[in-house]
């Protein structure tokens, strides 16, 4: 176990561990109550504590531990102060060996998501969001979008069920703690093997299922409209396309992302007054595929739709013909940069760069800062070009009905 404690915040110890498999590992016809296990194991309490033995029982304690089983992998996150480092370590070995049945607190919960999403029934925000979801997985089976009439066949058994197959095996985690912590320290040294060594393994390794969900190829329009008492145009723009992933096209697509954001705020919100801003975001992922991902999304008044989404797509093509501005990629780098300098300081960007060495080899202590220092204007246009000349552009738009 490499042991190389941080010196930021005395009193803090972050947990993270992952393993892979997640919701990719569950049949199509259980993926409902796969979807809905960890909450409902977190809210049932643990062993013989319900939640609100827990709750009294971690009063004046710091210590919290939260499971989540996502489409690839399922893990655990928590965090504790010094002294409680162990009544963590303990919730973690019960999430492993005792997650528990509770009735109760399950119909309560039931509850509380069939009231809230009888509300979102006619929430246009809700059918934007799930036009978005099924549009980009091509309307695959596997795309759960929650709603009220669902929630009656959730079943707590198979939910249960489903939760100790994902955490059947600790062997097959990572765990990271990040913090004021030594692993040389025998009290330490003596909690880990108690509450991790102590839960029984199969030492069994498992990969991700791929299920083959994808976003579509080519050119993908989903315009729709919908009864709304503000009458809002809301549109959300993907283009996507293969790429490596490493360090240097992360960092890149990741500026790309805030090289129009600048454009936009400046296109869109001040030219214009078309809209209170444009959410960018540019990303690389490698799971299931692959893949980077330019994405943006904003509400305007419905007359203004038409001629914002024109904007939209004509920073991206004055990008592609004459490359960003200096003085844009200028700014973004030195922001990329101090955010890098203030992040060293968190344990919480520890815990994450930690987390992205074990899954993918990413460096960010030691390589991030020349990612950065190796953006230019050529290296930007070229990147843009290379995920656009693809020619894969989602486009969804919810307008109001007349």
Do not use: C
């Amino acid at each position: 176990m490499p042991n190389k404690p941080t010196k930021f915040k005395q009193d803090e110890i972050l947990l993270s561990a992952f393993s892979e498999g997640g919701l990719s590992k569950v049949n199509t016809a259980d993926l409902l109550n796969g979807t809905l296990a960890s909450n409902i194991i977190s809210n049932n309490g643990l062993g013989d504590f319900s939640q609100i033995d827990l709750t009294k029982i971690l009063t004046g304690k710091i210590a919290s531990v939260s499971p989540y089983i996502s489409s690839y992998e399922e893990g655990l996150g928590g965090n504790s102060s010094v002294k409680d480092f162990e009544t963590m370590l303990q919730l973690v070995y019960l999430y492993f060996t005792a997650p528990r049945k509770d009735d109760n607190a399950y119909k309560a919960l039931i509850n509380m998501y069939k009231a809230s999403l009888a509300n979102t029934a006619t929430d246009p925000r809700k059918a934007f969001t799930d036009s978005i979801n099924m549009t980009v997985t091509s309307h695959n089976p596997r795309t759960i979008l929650l709603s009220a009439g669902m929630i009656d066949k959730v079943d707590q058994d198979k939910a249960l069920a489903i939760f100790k197959a994902r955490f059947a095996d600790p062997s097959d985690f990572t765990f990271i703690f990040t913090g004021n912590i030594d692993a040389s320290d025998a009290h330490v040294k003596q909690a880990i093997s108690t509450y991790l060594g102590g839960i029984k393994t199969k030492k069994l390794k498992e990969k991700y299922t791929d299920n083959n969900i994808r976003k579509p190829k080519g050119k993908v329009n989903n315009y729709f409209t919908k009864e709304m008492q503000v009458k809002t145009a809301s549109n959300y723009i993907i283009y996507s396309g293969a790429m490596p992933y490493n360090i240097q096209n992360r960092t890149t697509v990741t500026a790309i992302g805030s090289i129009l954001n600048m454009r936009y705020l400046e296109s869109i919100r001040e030219k214009e007054g078309g809209s209170y801003g444009v959410g960018v975001r540019g990303s690389v992922s490698n799971t299931p595929i692959n893949e980077a991902v330019v994405m943006m999304q904003f509400d305007t008044d419905p007359e203004k739709q038409e001629k914002l989404m024109g904007i939209i797509h004509a920073e991206v093509n004055e990008i592609l013909a004459n490359g960003p501005r200096k003085d844009d990629l200028q700014k973004v780098k030195e922001n990329m940069l101090k955010k890098y300098t203030e992040d060293v300081e968190e344990n919480g960007w520890w815990d994450n760069a930690i987390e992205l060495y074990y899954k993918d080899k990413i460096n960010l202590v030691d390589e991030y800062k020349a990612a950065v220092d190796a953006l230019t204007p050529e290296l930007i246009q070229n990147t843009l070009k290379q995920i656009v000349s693809q020619g894969n552009v989602i486009e969804v738009v919810m307008k109001p009905a007349k």
